[in-house]
């Protein structure tokens, strides 16, 4: 196993075994209850969203400031990319649970199928964030599923539902740091196409 692999492992499963100890002892001692199932999934969706952030802001801040916290951010944005796939796996379990010990609750089919789409795109950019599966992808390819995966990410978590969640305080929570996130990509672009022309 590569040194790359091991930490990969490393963090995957270290994230997982943390959150997820942390949730069910949360859930203990508050009480398993809707309410309390829906406090979790909110708090992971938070954790998951920061992961995304700092990986979609590594490369242009290293490309706008060009220090060592922003080269190590870059070196090290596949394992954040790997706790974000942790993080999101706990996420997935306790949407599991909610379903499963909260009976009258509804799934429309149309929120399992784009839910099951995202994920497999997910799972695809964590099996492809190891050695093996990467070479064999291709480079190309690969570039096109995380490029997918990060614009479906922005979807997930940045895109309004409806005129009532765009309205919601707390969906600026998520769409102020994805606006900055983008702002930065912007700005790194452009100077970059300043200096090759």
């Known amino acids: 196993m590569s ?3 091991k930490r990969n492992w490393q963090v995957l499963l270290g994230v997982m075994a943390v959150l997820g100890a ?8 508050k009480g398993l209850t809707d309410d309390n199932l829906r406090i979790t999934l909110r708090r992971t969706a938070q954790l998951a969203f920061a992961l995304y952030i700092v990986v979609l802001v590594a490369r242009p801040l290293q490309q706008l400031l060009r220090r060592d916290w922003t080269a190590a951010l870059l070196r090290n944005r596949r394992l954040v990319g ?12 306790l949407i599991a649970l909610r379903f499963g010990t909260q009976p009258g609750l509804e799934y429309p089919l149309s929120s399992l199928i784009v839910g099951a789409t995202v994920y497999a795109v997910f799972y695809g950019m964590l099996i492809t964030s190891f050695d093996a599966p990467k070479k064999a992808m291709g480079l190309k390819a ?3 599923l995380h490029r997918t995966g990060l614009v479906l990410a922005a ?4 895109a309004p539902r409806s005129f009532e969640h765009a309205t919601d305080p707390d969906y600026y929570n998520y769409a102020i740091p994805f606006a900055v996130a983008i702002a930065l990509r912007v700005t790194a672009w452009l100077r970059s196409r300043r200096r090759d022309s």
């Open 3 to 5: 040194r790359n692999d």
């Open 155 to 158: 979807a997930v978590f940045a």
């Open 22 to 29: 942390i949730s069910a002892a949360w859930l203990a001692g």
């Open 82 to 93: 790997v706790a974000f796939a942790a993080v999101m796996t706990v996420h997935l379990g």
């Open 142 to 144: 690969w570039k096109t």
